[in-house]
């Protein structure tokens, strides 16, 4: 096993022990949705063979889940060492896009060259690709529907996200969205239920930022999943919105249709480091992506202002370190 340059922090307090639903497997529809209802937001399941009637009611009512470390230690720093060794790969051979979507580069609170968002990660890395398709997540395909596979080459393929708090940051946070606008520019149409599935690598207290997700509006009317906020734009928090715990190893499960953000960590520089790696479960045609597809038009615009962003902070980066170095000497 390869160990990654940023571990995670794993001397951080054991997670709570996951709901105890032994004694609920067996409940009927109506039972489940009152005894999720009664359930704390921050609940942790277990994933098990099969997805029980209390976390289908949890999901359906708030549109979200939480499963207790699903990667084990080793799998979380082999994850993250692979995408260590992908990110010099494509830095050294100069390469900003894998099969058409653009990898955001921007500077490190070191002032190096930083992988922000890549797009495919599994198409480099052979142990990801294997992690993804692992026996123990089928019930999460199953939850997904009968039909649903891992779109490994579809849409963006599996997307890894870092965010950092530092001086020159490209990306220290994401403001609200909600992932239907990708599916409405991939597929012309408003997308119905569909649900993402998250891997978090790092320990994220509430205070730490993180993800925050408002509960039931994966619910709400089309025109609200469009317009209630300003996609990618609106950053305040909301009153109503619930703080994503994790632990590394951790799996969430959301509706796209649902409002969500990443709030910044108030620390600077490695400390506020945040990792998620999301799979795209598909249902839609096959519609399989290959070196030299051309860039999604979402994520031509996306580019052009992560571009712009990412000189920006090039500048800022070099200003800082010049300050540095003249208050050095
Ligand atoms: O980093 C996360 O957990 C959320 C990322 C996200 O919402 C997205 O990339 O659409
Ligand atoms: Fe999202």
Redesign the pocket.
Known sequence: MSAPRHPPRWDAVAPPEPLDETALLGLVRADAEAHAAALPAGTRFRLRAEITPVQAAFLDRRGYLVFDRVADRDEVETILAEIDRVEAELLARGESKVHGVPVWFGPDPDGNEYLY?MGFSSVHSPFLSNFVRDGRFEPVRRLIGDDARIGEREKDGV?F?R?VNATGSLRPN?AW?T?AL?DLFYNRRMPGPML?V?L?FDRIRPQDG??RVLPGTHKQSGWATLFSKVHFVTQAPDPAEVA?ETWPGDL?VHDGRMW???EASPETGWASL?R?M?VPYVRDAVLEKHAGSPTPLYLRLFDAVMRWRAARARRRQAASTAAKNTSDT
Request: proline fraction near 0%.
């Open positions: 968002r997307v996200n965010y994401l969205h992932d990708r993402n998250g978090h993180g993800l994503v969430t969500h953000r990443v945040r998620s999301y």
